[in-house]
């Protein structure tokens, strides 16, 4: 029985293997180009543009990285002989880079949130960082007696007051409870 395999001709592999050295050539050219342009740029000496501009290079680097992982599987299959050897060389690349974008995503993520977190310390005022205006509000949030958690707290919600039956006053004055309010914050659901 004849061996019906689909081989690639060399002539064409060779022409391939060129245009992909070509084309990698090409893109290297634009990356330094863009990086150079990039570098011109005076970065601000605040602690937010030194994050920002940590997440903008290493952007670029996993930008690098992957495009290289592409131009090397384009160049074995560009050798490849047959279908199936191109087959396996795109199941492992794409394996591989799977791999290649979960750690990635995890570090662009840890160096957003620093990023971000820098911003934020920047606005929250001066002597005053975001972290304390936020457990600040909190406190204010929860002073109501009635209060069982913050507003907003997973599990709870905002109820009428048991005290005033949600007037907010109880003899003409303001109520101990809810501080007036005729609302208190309470767990819901249960058990």
Not at 40 to 49: D, N
Not at 116 to 133: E, I, L, V
Request: hydrophobic share 35%; charged share 25%.
């Amino acid at each position: 029985m004849p061996k019906n395999q689909f081989e690639i001709p060399s002539e064409l592999r060779q022409f391939a293997e060129e245009n992909v050295e070509r084309s990698r050539q090409l893109y290297l050219q634009l990356v330094d180009g863009v990086s150079q342009a990039m570098g011109a740029w005076a970065p601000s000496s605040s602690a937010a543009a030194r994050e920002f501009n940590d997440v903008r290079e290493r952007a670029a680097e996993f930008a690098k990285v992957n495009a290289d992982a592409a131009f090397t599987l384009a160049k074995e299959v560009a050798k490849a002989k047959d279908l199936q050897e191109m087959l396996t060389l795109q199941t492992r690349y794409v394996q591989s880079q799977m791999k290649t974008y979960a750690e990635q995503t995890q570090q662009f993520g840890e160096l957003m949130s620093k990023a971000f977190a820098a911003a934020q310390s920047q606005t929250a005022g001066p002597g005053q960082s975001q972290a304390k205006s936020e457990t600040k509000a909190q406190e204010q949030a929860t002073a109501k007696p009635g209060n069982e958690a913050s507003p907003g707290t997973v599990g709870t919600g905002e109820n009428t007051c048991p005290q005033c039956r949600g007037t907010g006053k109880i003899d003409g004055r303001p109520c101990p409870k809810c501080l007036g309010t005729g609302t208190v914050v309470e767990g819901i659901g249960g058990g």
